[in-house]
Structures are given as C-alpha cells and as structure tokens.
C-alpha cells in the first residue's frame, strides 16, 4: 500500500516539475510556417511520428483558424485549414508494432495580395512496441507545396499620378511570378508511455508523449523572384513537443500540463499551458467498470510567449471531438488589435 502511494507522489513530483520547467522559459517570436493553437490536433503538421499514434482502425481531423481579422480587415485576415486522414495499422498480424500510413492537405490565405501556401503530404510512420506500456515511432513525410501572390490586386505609390490612382500605370517594382512549387521533406521521432485506466473505482492513468521533429529537409527555395535568389531558401522548422496526462485517483478528473518549441531561422515560438479533462463514465463496461468511450469535456489555458494567452475547450463522444480555442493578442500588436487575435475550431473522427 505505501509502495503504491509513493508512486503516485512521484508521478505527480514529475508532472509538477515538467509544468514549472516550461513556464519560467521565454522567446522570442512566431515561427514562420502555418501552425494551430491546437497543435496536437494538427498531428501531421506537428510531427510525422505522430501518424497513427491513437486508438482506433481510422481517424480523420480538420481544421479551421481565422487571425488577425480585426486588424486587417474582413477577407484580409489570416485563415488556415487542414484536413488529415490516417490509417493505424497496415501489418494487423505484426505484434510488435505498427505501420501507419497518412495524408495531409494545408491551405493559408493572408492579406489583400491573397498570398498563400497550399500542401499536400504523404506520411508513413512505423512504432515498435518497447514493452506493454511504451512505444517509440519514427516517421517520414514527403510533400508537394506551392506559394502562390495575387500581384494584380496591389496599388503601389508610382501608380498615383497627380494624386489620382492609375491601375495600367507602372509599378516601378521588379516583376515577380504568381507561384513557385516545390517538393517538400521531413521526418520526426516520437516516445510514449502509458500506463493505468479511468474506471468507475480508480483513476490512475498516467500518460507520457515526447517528440522532435524537422521540417523542411531539403530547404526548397521558395522565391517569387526565381530560383538563386540570396535568402530564398525555406529554413528549416525544428519542433520539440509533449505532454503529461496524469488522473486524480478516486476521480473523474485527469491533468494533461503540455509544450511545443518551434525554432525557424531566426524565429522562435514557445507554447506551454495546461488542460483538465472531466470524463463521464457512462459506456463503462458492466462487468469491468472500465471506460469504452462516453463523454469527456477538456478545459484549458496556454500561452504563446511574447504573443497570446489561449484559452481551448473540448467536448468528446465517443468517436467525436470537437475543440475551440480562441488566442487573446499580448504583444505589441494588441494596440490595434484590442486583444482580438485568433480563433480556432477542430473535428476529429476514430473509428
């Protein structure tokens, strides 16, 4: 009995110290590339290693994020989607692993020149069981992408011509092109741990996920200006991400304290915070009391340092999941933008 409370007083030091350890650290601003809020419901986009690490045959997600709407005006924000479908397993009769198959599509729109980024990837990640509680994955992501710029929707200062606007006069810019595609690689690494259940006489989950990722392998030169052009290279974006989610014994309540660092070129982006989940145990099983799925609500509060507190909310049930988030501006920004950032929402199928 002591044996058992001192391993949950340790699991519970260990979850406390890796909350503090990325909360007293700061830097600087965002990484280059789309990103969500709710970066784990973005798995594909966040680490390759991540396809098919869930419970379940299938799992399908899409998301949606408007920013800087109020800043810029209506149509001219910020808005990214995506959509990602994955496979867990295509070797069902291999038991010491898996292999897992995805496909990614990403889409981002900003600005009265409606410049954009479209992707399409394809992800093949592989787990290997280490024992009956930890698994470490390995994943490859190869893609197409294309940026795109409206130039045509442009007024530049050389077409005022007696103060009077003239769109067939010269810009007196260099002539650019309205797309530039590129193949585009990536690969990540992944650990997870769980052990424990949610059931109707205990809760003694515990959960780790730990994962790197580097995107952007063959740094694609991405110029509008044409191919050489000094500084036209695509940096590449290293992710370090994970979680802890550890449950309150004798409760429905489990405390899921989490991280992601992205580091692009000279840019950096650090998002830690905290989610509580409340399951509703009610497809428990009769005879085990274990929980089959049911009805779970996540709240949570995260920070994007140097940039915006986001407060995200989820409702779970069954194969369901629908989240929101919403991204409260604390930079410089917010003189003009009144705190109005970003809002998110996500859908996410398991079968």
């Known amino acids: 009995m002591q044996k058992t409370f001192m391993k949950h007083i340790n699991l519970y030091r260990l979850a406390t110290a890796f909350s503090l ?46 920013q800087w709407s109020s800043v810029m005006g209506s149509g ?32 981002d729109r900003s600005g009265d020149a409606k410049i954009g980024t479209t992707e399409i990837t394809g992800t093949m990640a ?16 190869a893609g197409w992408a294309q940026h795109s710029i409206d130039m045509g929707s442009l007024q530049w200062g050389e077409q005022y011509v007696n103060g009077d606007y003239d769109a067939n006069a010269p810009t007196g810019e260099e002539t650019v ?45 991405i110029s509008f200006y044409g191919q050489g052009t000094p500084g036209s290279e695509l940096y590449m974006r290293y992710v370090a991400h994970g979680y ?19 580091v692009q070129g000279p840019s ?26 049911g009805l779970a609500f996540e709240l949570g509060a995260y920070y994007r340092w140097n940039d915006a507190a986001i407060i995200m909310m989820e409702m779970k049930l069954r194969e369901y999941a629908i989240g929101f988030s919403y991204d409260l501006n604390t930079s410089q920004l917010n003189t ?16």
């Open 336 to 351: 003009a933008s009144s705190g109005r950032g970003a809002f998110e929402l996500s859908l996410r199928y398991i079968n």
């Open 177 to 221: 092109g309205n797309s530039r595609s590129y193949i585009d690689f990536s690969g990540g690494l992944l650990y997870k741990y769980s052990s424990g259940q949610v059931s109707m006489t205990t809760n003694n989950e515990f959960k780790l996920n730990f994962g790197a990722a580097f995107f952007h392998v063959n740094q694609p030169d």
């Open 126 to 141: 592989s787990g290997i069981f280490l024992n009956s509680k930890s698994v470490l994955s390995a994943g490859i992501q």
């Open 268 to 293: 950096q982006e650090l998002n830690t915070g905290v989610k509580i989940r409340y399951y509703v145990l009610h497809d428990e099983s009769k005879y085990t009391g274990i929980n089959k799925g």
């Open 21 to 66: 350890a990325f909360l007293v650290v700061t830097t600087a601003t965002k990484a280059q590339d789309l990103h969500f809020s709710q970066f784990y419901e973005s798995p594909l986009n966040l680490n390759p290693a991540l396809c098919g690490s869930f419970t379940g045959a299938m799992m399908g997600e899409i998301n949606y994020r408007n």
């Open 244 to 262: 802890i989610q550890f449950g309150i014994p004798k409760s429905c309540v489990s405390i899921i304290p989490g991280f992601v660092y992205y």
């Open 76 to 107: 001219n924000g910020f808005t990214t989607m995506g959509a990602t479908l994955e496979f867990q397993n295509l070797s069902p009769k291999w038991k010491k692993g898996y292999l897992s198959p995805g496909l990614s599509f990403f889409s």
